[in-house]
C-alpha cells in the first residue's frame, strides 16, 4: 500500500490538516510557527481560525481527494465515492457546531478540526462495514506517507525548535492557561519540566478536546488511533517522543514526555496489539 500512495497522493493533499494531527499537536504547531504568540488575554472568540468555515471547508476537501484516492485503492471506487460523499455532508452539518475552545488565545486550536474530520469519516465508513482501526489506518498511512514527502532536513530543524527556551515557555504558559479551565470543551494541561537524563521537558492532559469532541459524537472508538500519529510525526522529527498513557484509552492523563534525538520506539506496531487487547477487555 505504502508505494502506491507515494504515487497516487499528491503532495498537497492532508498537509493542511494531517501534518500537525494527533492528540500531541502542541510541539508540532508552535514550531511551524501558526501561533506567533503565548495565550492573550485580549484577544476574543472573533479571532478564532475555527469560525473560517469556508476554509474548514477546503481544507475537508482537500484531505477528502485523498482519502477518496486512498479508499479507492482498498475497497473499490463505488464504496470509496459513497464513503467520501457522505463525509462531505457529514462535514458540512459539523461545521456550524464547533465548541469553543478560546479562539486565539489557545495556541493548539488549530489542531482540532482533525476531530470533525474522524467524526465525518467514523459514521459512513461504519455504515460500509469499516471499522474505527480501518479508519485510523487509512489516516495513519496517509499521514505517514506526507512526512515521507517532507525533506529530512526541514523535519529536523523544525524539531530542533520545539526545544529552544522560547518554546519552553510558550508551553509553560499555555498549559497554566488551560488550567483556568474557561472553556469546558477544551484541553487541560500541566507542564512537566526536564529531568536531565531522558525528558527535556513532557506535558500532561488530562482533559483532551479531540478525545472529548469524539466521545461526544460517538466516535470514542476512533480516539486511540488518532494518538498514533504523535509517534510518527516525533520519529520523523527527532523530538523523541515516550507516552505511557492516554485518555483515549481510558487512563487518567496522556503523558508526553520529550527528549531531542531519543529514538522512538513506539509505532502503529507497536501499539495496536495493546489497543485491540482493552478494547476486547471492554467489550468483555
Given at each position: 500500500?505504502?508505494?502506491?500512495?507515494?504515487?497516487?497522493?499528491?503532495?498537497?493533499?492532508?498537509?493542511?490538516?494531517?501534518?500537525?494531527?494527533?492528540?500531541?499537536?502542541?510541539?508540532s504547531r508552535?514550531?511551524?510557527?501558526?501561533?506567533?504568540?503565548?495565550?492573550?488575554?485580549?484577544?476574543?472568540?472573533?479571532d478564532n481560525?475555527?469560525?473560517?468555515?469556508?476554509?474548514?471547508?477546503?481544507t475537508?476537501?482537500?484531505?477528502?481527494?485523498?482519502?477518496?484516492?486512498?479508499?479507492?485503492q482498498?475497497?473499490?471506487?463505488?464504496?470509496?465515492?459513497?464513503?467520501?460523499?457522505?463525509?462531505?455532508r457529514?462535514?458540512?452539518?459539523l461545521l456550524p457546531?464547533?465548541?469553543?475552545?478560546?479562539?486565539?488565545?489557545?495556541?493548539?486550536i488549530?489542531?482540532?478540526?482533525?476531530?470533525l474530520?474522524?467524526?465525518?469519516?467514523?459514521?459512513p465508513?461504519?455504515?460500509?462495514?469499516?471499522?474505527?482501526?480501518?479508519?485510523?489506518?487509512?489516516?495513519?498511512?496517509?499521514?505517514?506517507?506526507?512526512?515521507?514527502?517532507?525533506p529530512?532536513?526541514?523535519r529536523?530543524?523544525?524539531?530542533?525548535?520545539?526545544?529552544?527556551?522560547?518554546?519552553?515557555?510558550?508551553?509553560?504558559?499555555?498549559?497554566?492557561?488551560?488550567?483556568?479551565r474557561?472553556?469546558?470543551a477544551?484541553?487541560?494541561?500541566?507542564?512537566?519540566?526536564?529531568?536531565?537524563?531522558?525528558c527535556?521537558?513532557?506535558y500532561?492532559?488530562t482533559?483532551?478536546?479531540i478525545?472529548?469532541?469524539?466521545?461526544?459524537?460517538?466516535a470514542?472508538?476512533?480516539?486511540?488511533?488518532?494518538c498514533?500519529?504523535?509517534?510518527?510525526?516525533?520519529?520523523?522529527?527527532?523530538?523523541?517522543?515516550?507516552?505511557?498513557?492516554?485518555?483515549?484509552?481510558?487512563d487518567?492523563?496522556?503523558?508526553?514526555?520529550y527528549?531531542?534525538?531519543?529514538?522512538?520506539?513506539?509505532d502503529?506496531?507497536?501499539?495496536i496489539?495493546?489497543?485491540?487487547?482493552?478494547m476486547?477487555?471492554?467489550?468483555?
Amino acid at each position: 500500500m505504502k508505494n502506491i500512495l507515494e504515487e497516487k497522493i499528491s503532495r498537497r493533499l492532508f498537509f493542511k490538516c494531517l501534518l500537525t494531527c494527533g492528540c500531541g499537536c502542541l510541539a508540532s504547531r508552535l514550531a511551524l510557527g501558526d501561533s506567533q504568540n503565548p495565550p492573550n488575554e485580549s484577544k476574543t472568540v472573533t479571532d478564532n481560525p475555527l469560525a473560517d468555515r469556508a476554509m474548514l471547508l477546503k481544507t475537508f476537501e482537500d484531505t477528502n481527494d485523498g482519502a477518496l484516492q486512498y479508499m479507492t485503492q482498498a475497497y473499490g471506487l463505488d464504496v470509496a465515492r459513497g464513503i467520501a460523499e457522505e463525509a462531505k455532508r457529514q462535514i458540512e452539518a459539523l461545521l456550524p457546531l464547533i465548541p469553543d475552545l478560546g479562539g486565539a488565545r489557545n495556541i493548539v486550536i488549530r489542531d482540532f478540526p482533525v476531530a470533525l474530520w474522524y467524526v465525518a469519516y467514523f459514521r459512513p465508513m461504519k455504515a460500509h462495514g469499516k471499522t474505527a482501526e480501518e479508519l485510523g489506518k487509512m489516516i495513519y498511512d496517509l499521514f505517514e506517507t506526507k512526512l515521507r514527502q517532507m525533506p529530512e532536513a526541514a523535519r529536523r530543524s523544525e524539531g530542533a525548535k520545539l526545544f529552544l527556551p522560547e518554546h519552553v515557555d510558550k508551553l509553560r504558559e499555555w498549559a497554566r492557561w488551560t488550567q483556568k479551565r474557561e472553556y469546558p470543551a477544551n484541553w487541560v494541561a500541566s507542564f512537566v519540566p526536564g529531568n536531565g537524563t531522558d525528558c527535556d521537558y513532557g506535558y500532561d492532559y488530562t482533559e483532551c478536546a479531540i478525545v472529548n469532541y469524539l466521545k461526544a459524537h460517538g466516535a470514542d472508538e476512533v480516539a486511540p488511533y488518532v494518538c498514533l500519529n504523535d509517534f510518527i510525526r516525533s520519529r520523523a522529527y527527532g523530538t523523541g517522543l515516550r507516552r505511557t498513557k492516554t485518555l483515549a484509552q481510558g487512563d487518567d492523563r496522556c503523558d508526553f514526555r520529550y527528549k531531542k534525538n531519543y529514538p522512538v520506539t513506539q509505532d502503529w506496531h507497536t501499539e495496536i496489539p495493546v489497543i485491540r487487547k482493552r478494547m476486547a477487555e471492554r467489550i468483555d
